[in-house]
Each structure stands twice: as structure tokens, then as C-alpha cells.
């Protein structure tokens, strides 16, 4: 086992190497400068002045160097922890980004805790009574869940039940005129408050297909032959269902979750961006949009870094959850 | 990586579906599994000796298919939909600027209003239809191809060259897709056309969307290309190429079938996504997404003029929803748990 | 189930209470539309943070009243009425401006503001230890002697800048750089908090050699005053900075210690919290009640649910500036004014007003601002100037007259297809505009009509960096490298006024003549005709006149209009009306009678806030 993840975690080296560089080049595909977006050259200033403090911001990103230095120098940096400065806020990426992500945390916690809470008990009814009304409705249910654009869906949630109905804010994370002086209690009823919307969008989404994938798991557990024993063993239907088929069932699901986690610190870039939620997914296509190239590469290699962890972790989780499967 | 505008995770999480019913997870299978399989082959053979028939697979997928009324529903509403988009336009002229008629609410004239430069919300929306269902197709069709590909490659040859291509999956399958569709969006600019740069949109789609069909297809390969019935029939002296197409071919195409519907229902709410954030298919083209962004663009017009957000995102709705039960139905068509019971 | 269910019904009660938590009185919002987090004056080109800049910043030796007038501030010197009387003209043209400070001058946290901050405040704008720490733009006493030497590490020395005691300096002007009709804003710095930038004496200047000198580990004094950049710590302005929420808020409470602005007006708001909205909803924020201010509206939809709501109050003033097409005039077609002017024909401007702007803002004829002073107090414009509302015929003639008249085989162009000059050349056009609503609602205008007179014409959007490189930067790039004859953007106008930068030829090939516009006497861009100056001449005559000359300056600010009204290097399309809206609780010296609170092009809420009160909690 140690020598599988071992062999895969090197193996992730040259693919973090490939994703590195290719991220890089794209970055650097980037039609204008940045130094003539960042640098702006005001009226009355002499050119040259003005040229000079353009080229100043050339030397110190080094933009005029081979590209393959500027990559090794950006490369190195990141290996150092240093992310560099984000050109629009002038500020360490490292300390633009921390609150954003803090934010789309919050949002996702709440997302992915309620989706499974909802989900689970769903999957499992329905794996028990397969092809009931029940089941079929939510089989429909999620089918929609997932064929729903979410951006017409926020909308939709907008425009009845904040427009017309007035019951939620509009967007934002807080109300605009209390000045909360703390994070109490307070603070937290107007975080939830600005989060139902959104969060409502994600949580179905997400819904739909975490209930499919528990009544499947559900299923492949029921259907297997031990179940089949138990029953004809004269156990009841509930302490066979409860006892035996839940807890096998969960494991998969268990390690669903788990697969989840690093989910956990991107953020919904449609939904956020909808409602104004200050968060990292808002922020990435603001700096897009923007032409802040380093914080949109800093950011980009800590996600494509976040999924890999992931994949890697989604295979081992499979391994340790069945013990039928074997590894290379 | 974001949840929910991939919208790769939920297919992803089908994918593994599909996956876990064709009983493959890893390179090999534990051995009750094989053996279960292979009675089950075998019984299949045994029958279709005694039928002197070969009954095809397909039809069984396709009765299967039938019986289902979700299914049916979906292939009408989709139906519907290629109606509206394709035939409709036949009797509508293309939708003008008038700046007399803007935001027009819907009325016998403008079934759908009309909006901020006067034009028919109604043609924009077939217009766009056509464009958005026609980047869903091309970009599927691109990564079931490569999907197909790559899959089979890996499948067929063991070793360096599965490693390599393994490795090369992982790497596209790892790429934050959202800045990389943006950025080379924003990279193209200007110099591109309108078709252009839809079909750029299209292309990148479908290059970053085959790695699912890829890994289930070599896993498949592989199980397949072991199994004792194979190698038994090998051993019987049934040629290789009737091995392929009798028995490797029929298991993968329902595979890919299901993926690429799927994955075409996938696609279109990408690019809609996509057209939304302003970075997909942009003025004076059309798409269901970027109406979709027009019509949301300040608060106030969402609130006195829905219809300009309410009918193409319904559209996408519909569409996105018919092409899911499609797949749907055929992925539980061909479950063989679903044919063994 | 049902144990789900009363869950969440109770968590909705308790979440709809939240709401009606305890409002602050005294305590005025203003949204914005986001922050960059750069508080004090660091180089960076965020207009968003200005208004916290400008809260934080006062006792400047200069001041802009609401007209966009300089004139020397009384709050902060004592000597302001004999300010010009104390002026020594040197023999060689330099200028000295003698300032005396009032000795009650403070610093929010008690300190005295002496002249040393001044002194202070000069190297901080021009610093190269500045630069060094990545301050991107340095131009603080650009027009003083010793300038150069400072920015580029030289000597940390400020030769313009002589400290005679604790409360008086004098600055001395470049002759080089005389005479100016702006001479006032030579001379306008603020102070900076010495005692806080340098820890106390802790941190000095440091001249580029000393740079080289510094370990990597070494802060120096640009980094340190770099790292107060989103929490200022003290204040010389109205507020004092209390907290800043990343994309959320910057809260402000009131500086006990400040003297006033340049009427002496000081606040009586006790807490300020700048709220970033969304645009796309930042109305529906101030119907609701959830901000106070909103300011800078141009949309119709947006204005006319303000303007309907019994709660809120507000005003307009004409925007200094205008949004239009700028032409590329030295590539292709556009090189020829009588193009310009054919184009100028065939757009129909008032469809694109009514359409674009609903009715809130009005036609401008030449680059200019409804909202500026020359505007209001000439006679002569707009009235003599050409109007450009829609003639295909007269259109169609210019560009006959231009050499476009001929079709594809040679013949003369009778109205079918598109122009060919006698060279073979087809009149194409090509148009950039932004990725916004405006370039959306424009092209399927324009389209028609250009086409009809046979423009084979294309219009494209793209992103600002794009349009930079475009536009600005043309001139850098090969002749089959350009693409595109117009552009559309916009420009605003502050209190410096001086179109010299814009327009003359000295600036071709650089990024301030973007349109690479030029009608000097070698080389006018039309014929001239009887009394008419070029271009080139009225920007000097307009920029080299004392700064009491108004009468001249307004003068030639006609003269050029007309001539530029003529040669057309922009065609302006429209010039806003920005609206501001307050609810009720907040007047204008809690006089309810006001609408709005006075704001104009050079006077925002910032400036408006110490004559703001709360009328009711």
C-alpha cells in the first residue's frame, strides 16, 4: 500500500511539471502587456517618466527575460511558498486570496453538509423500494438537479423569492448597513440568511447526483449474496436493512465524501458571481477579466495541485474500501 | 475543479456508475467476480447456440430502451426541441435591430418580446438554439473520438505505451478547465471571427472532455480481452476478428453510446455556462447562454423584463433535461443487472 | 420528516429576525463598486479606493473647489491670501511659492502636521526607495527642480523643496516647465505622517547606490510604508481608517482632529462604512434602505426606479467628459478629415442617445464635457458649431470628395456595393469596442447606415488590454500589423484641463496622442481658412497663459473646439448625465428641502460628506 501511493505520488511529478508549464504558456499567450494595463500614464506625466516606471515593472517580474527564465523564477518561487503579487491588488496573492477562499469554504460546508444529509437517507429508500413512486420521483428529481443550468436556476431563485417575494437578499454575504463588530452569533444569522439562496442552488445540484450514487451503492449492496442469506436466515427485513446492507452501503459513500474535501476550497464561479459571494471562484474570473496574470496562474496551479490530490485520493480510496480490488 | 460548473463531476459520478456495472475498477478483477461473469457468458452463448441466432445485444438494449416511460418522454421533449430549433426558423425571418421595439413585453406579434436593441426574442432564441446544440454535438463527437482512441489504445497495448497515455489522461483530466476555456478565449481576442472562434469554443470542449470515456473504455478493453470465454473461444478457434466484433464491440459501443449522450448534455451546459461568464460565443452570434446573460445583466432588467432570461434558460432546460433521460434509459437498457433479472 | 421540516421552518423565523437587528445611527453607507485595498498613496491606479484616499487625506496645500477651480487652501495656510503676493520669479524663469502653515494643524492621533511632513509626504510620491518597493507611478513635484534626481535615487535630497522652520517651506517650480495655466497645481502636496512612516526615525530615504547596497532581508523604507497600505494608522483627513473586510467593507469613524476642508466645514456623520454592492444589483441596495449613497448612475431603468421612490432623493450633473468613436487618423482612410466627418453623417447619434443613454444624457459636438466651465460660460459653443445629425447625401459627397468614388471596376459608384478610390482600394473599416453593453447596442446601429454608403465596415469587441495595444499602442506596430480605424471609448475630464497632451503633434508616436492626430502649420489637417489657427497652435497658446488669463483660455478653448469640430479626430456620440441618489435620512446640512447633496464633476460624496447630516435615526 505505502509503496503504491509512494509510486503515484512520484508519478505526479512529471504531470505537475506538464500542467505547470502548459498553464505558464498560456498565461504568456495573453495578447497586450500588463505593464501598460497595471502602470496607467496619466496626463501631464512626461512619457518617458511614464516609460520608465513601465519598464521598472518589466525588470521586476521580469518580463523581458527568456521565458524559460521567467518560468524557472516563477517555478522556484512557488516551490518557496511565494505566489508572487497579484498586479491589481499590488498585494501578496497569499493575503488577497485568504479571505476568498474562507468564504467559498463557508458556502461549500454548508453545501456539501446538507446535500449528504438529504441525500443518504434518500438513496437508501430508494435502493430499498427500487421502482416505488418514491423512488421514481426522486429519480426524476435528480435527473433535473442535474440538467438545470445553475445560472438560470439562481436567477429563477432571485427573481421569486428575493424580487417578488422579498423573504432573501438579493446577493452578498452581508447585510450592506449592519456593522457587525464581531463574528457573534449576529454575524452568523446574516451570513446563513445570505447564504440560503446559493446555497440552495449547489445543494440540489449536488443532490442530484449524490442520491443516484447512494441508491446505486445501495443497490450493488442489497443485491449481493450475504444479503440474500441474511434474509433467509429469517431476519427481519429492518435488522437485515439496518444492520447489514446500511453499513456496507456507507462505505462507498463515506469515501464520497472524503473525495469531496478538497472540493471544499474551489468555489461555484457561476453561482458566486450570480449572488456576489465574495468568493475564490468570483475572484478567478474577476482576475481574469482583469488580465491579473499572477494571481490567476497562482491559483491555477493550486487547483490543478487540488485535483490531482483528489484523483489520487479517490484512487486509494477505492482500493481501501474494497478489499477485491488490487493495485498495480 | 469547481462542483458545479464542470458539471463534469456529476457525470464523472455516472461514469463510475457505469464503471462499477461493468465491473471494473481496477486492471484486474477478484476472482468471484470473473467467475460470475463468466457464467453469465456462458449461459448467453449456450442460448444463442440453441437458437442458432445471433441475438443481437442491441435489440435487447433496444426493447429495454422502449419500455421505459421516462425514455419516451425524453426522446419526445427532445423531439421538441430539434422542432423548434431546426424547422421553426423555416417561417422567421432573422431577428432586427429596432430601436422602436425594444423590451417589448410578449405579445400575439413577438411571442417571446423583445429585447434591448428591439430584436425578436423568439428568432435569438431558435438562432441560438442552433448554435448551442451544434457546439454540444461537434464537441462531443470530438471527445468520444479521441475518447475512443485513446481508450482502446491504452486498452489493447499493456505496458510503456498504456503508462504514457495514462499518465497524458491524468494530465488533461487534472487541468482547471474553467481559466483554461477563458484564457485561451481571452487569448484568441479579437483577430478570430464569430465562426471562428465558436469553433475554437468547440474544440476545447471536446479536447478536455474525453478523458472519462477513455479510462471506462480501457478498463472495459481490458476485462473484456481476459475473460475465459474470450480466450475459450479463442481456444475453439473462432477468428479474432468475429471476437471483436461479436463480443468486444457490442460491450463497448453501449458504453460509448451512453457516454456520449451524456456527455452532449454536459457539453451544451458548458457552453452555456461558458456564453454566461462572457466567454464562450459573444455578440452579434448567439447562443442559449449568452441571451441568458443578456438578460440578466443589471438587476432591474431581471425583474421587468423576465422573459428575456425565462425563455432560454427554459430551452436549455428542456434540451439538457430530454438528452439526460435519453441516456439515462440507455444506460439502464443495457445494465446487465437490469437484463439478468 | 416532519422533524426536518420544523427545523427548517424554525431556522427561517430565526434567520428573518436577523434582519431587524439593531441599525446604527450615525453610521452613513455608500456603496461602491469594489476595493483594491490601497489606502494611503502608493502608485496604484484604482479609482475605486480614491474616495477612502480622499477621506483619509486632507491639510493639502492646495484645494479644488466644486467648480474644479485651484485655489490655495486657508485651512491649512495662513498665509493663502498672500500666497501670490509671496511669489519670487527667479532670473533664470524659476518660480518660488512661499508656504506658511497654521500651527493648530493635527494628526488624528495628536501629533502636530509639520512642514517636515510636507517635506515627507513630496519623497513619498517621488521617492526612489518608492520604486524600489514597487510604487508604480511617481510624479509628486514632477514641475519642481530636483525632480528627476529624486526619482531616480541620486540623491535624497528634494532640491525643490526648502524647509525653513517648523511651519514654513517654500517650492520652487522648474522655469522649464513655465508658464502654465495650471501653475497652481505645480505646488499642490499633501503631508504624510514622518513620525509613522519611519517608525519614529527608525527608517531613512535611501539613494539607489545605498539600494544596491541592502541585504535581500533588509526592509527598507518603501517596504514598510508598503505594509500599511490597506490600514492606514493615522489621519489627516476628515475620517480615520477602523477596519477594512476584504471585498466587503472599509469602516471609517470620524477624525476628532480634523481642522476642516477649505471652508473650515467639519463632519458631524460619526461613522462611514463604504459597502461594496454588485453593480448589476446595486440599485435594489438602495431602494431597500440597505445603503445611503449611490453615485455615478447612468442607466435609464436604474434612474427612473430612483427618481420614483418616495425614499430617496437626488440629483444630476452633466458628466466632464463624453463617450464617443476615436479615430485612428493617420491609418488608411481615416487619414482624410472629410471621412471622418462622412462618418460623422451617417451615425444616427440621437437614436444611440435615446437608445443607449434613455434619454439621460445629451449630444456633444466636439471633445468636450457639458460639465465643464469653459462650456457654460461660452457664447459661442455649441451653437456655432457643426451639429452632425444624419445627411447620407452630405455624407455621401465627402466621400466622393475624398477620393472614394468609384466602384469595383472603376466606374463612378452609383450606390450598389462598396467604395474604391482610383488606386483600387477598397474603403474598409474596421471597429473595436469594449466587451460591454454599449459596444452591443451600437454596432447593429451603425451598421446599416455605413454600409449603404458603401463602407465595407466590421465591428469586433474585445477586452481593454486588447484595445491598449490597439489603440494606444499603434503606433508600434507594422503597418499589415494594424487592423482597426475606430474605437470606442470615453474620457473623462478633471479640473487640469489642458488637451495639449491629446492633441499635438509633439506627442505622435507616443501613447498620449493615441489618435496620432495631427494639424501643425507644416502639415494641417485641413485647409485653413481666414483667422483660423491650427490645432497645435491654440493647445500652446491655451497651456502657456498665466493663470489669471480665464478670458483668453476660454478664447481659445472656443477657437479649438471649432477646428476640432471640423477636423474631427473623435466623434463624440454622447455625453452622460450622472445621477446621484440619497435616501431621505441624509441632507445636505439636514436641510430636507435639498435634493441630492451637491455633488458635481469635481466634488464627490467624499468632498460632500463634511456638510452631510442625519436627519433622523
Redesign the interface.
Known sequence: MLKYIVKRLIHLIPVILIISVVLFGLLKLMPGSPERFMVQCPEGQNPEACEAARQDYRDRYRLDEPLVVQYLFWAGNLLQGDLGDSGYFNRPVTEVVGSYIVNSIYLNVVTIVFSFLIAIPIGIVSAIKRYSLFDNFWQVFSLLGISMPSFFFGILLIYLFSMQLGWFPLSGMTDPRTVHPSKDIFYWVDVLHHMILPATVLIIQSLAGTIRYVRSAMIDVISQDYIRTARSKGLSEKVVIYSHAFRNALIPVVTLIAFSIPALFSGATIIETIFSWPGIGRILVQSLQRRDYSLVLAMNMFYAVLALMSNLLMDLGYAIVDPRVKLN | ?????R?F??KD??E??LE?NSKD????L?V??QRELTLQRQQELAAQERADVVISPAKLVWQNFKSRK?TVIGMGLFAFVLFFVFIVPFFQSSPE?N?DL?YLAPSWEFWMGND??GRDVFARVTIGGRISLYVGAMATLISTIIGIIIGSISGFYSGIVDNILQ?FT??V????F???I???S??L???VSEDMRIFIVMLILGLIGWTGLARLLRGQILSIREQEYILAARAVGIKDFNIITKHIIPNVVSIIIVSATLSF?SNI?VE??LS???FGV???GASW?LL?R?G?????????Q?WL?FFP??F??LT??S???IG?GLRDAIDP?NNAR | MKKILVFVLSLTLVLSLAACRRQDGGTLVVGTTEFSGEFIFFGGSSSYDVAIRDLLNGAGTIATTPEGQFIPNPTTLANADTLFDQVTEHSNGDKTYRFELNDDLEWSDGEEITASDYLFGLMQGSAYSMAEAGHASLSAGIDLIGFQDVRDGVTTDFAGFNLIDEYTFELTIDGANLPYFYELAMVSIAPQPEHVYTNDGEYEWLTAAEHEALGTNDTHIGEYIRSFMSAPPVSSGAYVFETYEEAQFVRLERNENYAGDYRGHTPSIDRIVVRVVPSATDIEHLLNGEIDILTGLVEGNKIERALADPNIHGDWFPRVGFGGMFFATDFGPMADYRVRQALAFLVDREQFVDVFLEGYGSLVNGPMGLGQWMYVESDRIPDELISYTVDKDRANELLDDAGWAYDEDGNAWDGDGYRYNDAGEELQLNWLGTESEYSDLLAPIITPNFTEAGINFTARQAGFDILLDHYYYAYEMEEDEREYHMFNLATSYTALYDPYYSYHSDWLGTTYNANQFEDSIENPAAPLEDGERTVDELTVLMRELEASQTDLFLEYWEELQLRLNKLLPTLPLYSNQYYHFVNNRVRIDGDTSIDGIGLTGFWNWQQAVVDMEIVED
Open positions: 475543479m469547481s462542483k458545479e460548473d458539471n463531476k456529476n459520478l455516472d463510475k456508475e462499477k475498477k481496477r486492471d484486474e477478484s468471484e467476480e421516462i435591430v430601436s425594444r434591448a436593441v499518465r491524468e494530465v483530466r487534472s487541468f482547471p474553467l481559466p483554461l477563458i484564457t485561451l481571452a487569448a481576442g479579437t483577430d448534455a451546459l452555456s455556462g454566461f461568464l462572457g459573444q455578440e452579434p447562454g441568458l443578456q440578466t445583466s443589471n438587476s432591474s432588467v431581471i425583474q421587468n423576465p432570461w434558460g427554459l436549455i432546460l439538457v433535461l438528452v439526460n433521460f439515462d443487472k
